[in-house]
């Protein structure tokens, strides 16, 4: 069992920028792909990235390509998600998953755990 533990959320004006934190405790950080996920109101939760246990295989959803960065501290079992250039769009629920098979995945059904999730919203 792992828990995961959000942060960083907030409200920010269109072109800011925001880093999210998702503290794992628990299993083993460092075996587990991690991914970020988000859900608008109304929306279904929607894959935005995610990282293999070495950080060596990185994926992104089309949608925030060039402006979102993932990236893990083993070390501190940590993961990050830094997000600039943020759009009204962007705005929503963020959730860490974590996901105990390879390889990196986009589904929300291939994750295992699953934090409570951080807030995001960009006023346009």
């Known amino acids: 069992q792992v828990q995961l533990v959000e942060s960083g959320g907030g409200l920010v004006q269109a072109g800011g920028s925001l880093r999210l934190s998702c503290v794992a405790s628990?299993?083993?950080?460092?075996?587990?792909?991690m991914g970020w996920f988000r859900q608008a109101p109304g929306k279904e939760r929607e894959f935005v990235a995610a990282?293999?246990?070495?950080?060596?295989?990185?994926d992104y959803a089309d949608s925030v390509k060039g402006r979102f960065s993932i990236s893990r501290d083993n070390a501190k079992n940590t993961l990050y998600l830094q997000m600039n250039s943020l759009k009204a769009e962007d705005t929503a629920v963020y959730y860490c998953?974590?996901?105990?098979?390879?390889?990196?995945?986009?589904?929300?059904?291939?994750?295992?755990?699953w934090g409570q999730g951080t807030q995001v919203t960009v006023s346009s």
């Open positions: 990282i293999s246990w070495s950080g060596g295989n990185i």
């Open positions: 998953a974590a996901r105990t098979r390879w390889p990196t995945e986009h589904r929300v059904r291939s994750y295992d755990y």
């Open positions: 628990g299993r083993t950080f460092s075996s587990y792909v």
